[in-house]
């Protein structure tokens, strides 16, 4: 338990969350190029978050190499929570739209898959495939619906450690 409460003190935090969004980030790349799961406009925004979480995580802890305050740790931990929340969003209003709980976006039509690479006439409309459709499920879950519970389970660790790193902060003042 001790060990597993040194992680989320600190920069390993920040650390394992870019990790784990690089992680995710490269399963999803793994569908869609090894499994030919081409992604439709609502699994390309949550990469974006993701994205996101990398960018603003690696800036994070440069600049707290620059200025080394604990409570900008704290702040960084609780950014990492808030993109985590917005990648919660994001999946689970996928998960809906899949679901036929929400209505789908715009251009979410689901015309069939699309070959970036394979340049034709730009005349010709794009084919993107549906937000509606997921391309399976495990254990009643699509991609979208488990990319949801990661980024929940991620968003709640993340301000776990805000509290962690913050409590280390007030253990470390002298009495």
Known sequence: MTFFVSLLKDWKWPCIAVGLSVFMLAAAHAFEAFGGLAPCPLCLRQRDVYWALIAMTLTGLALWKIVPKRRFLVALNVM???????????????????????????GC????????????????????????????????LSMAGWNGVISAVMAILSLVAAGATFRGAASDQPG
């Open 109 to 140: 039509a689901g015309e069939g898959p699309i070959d970036p690479m394979a340049f034709q006439d730009f005349n010709e409309p794009m084919h993107v495939p549906s937000c509606t459709d997921a391309p399976f499920y495990i254990m009643g």
């Open 80 to 106: 990492v929570g808030l993109v985590f929340g917005v990648g919660v969003v994001v999946a689970f209003y996928h998960a809906g739209v899949e679901w036929s709980i929400f209505p789908p976006p715009t």
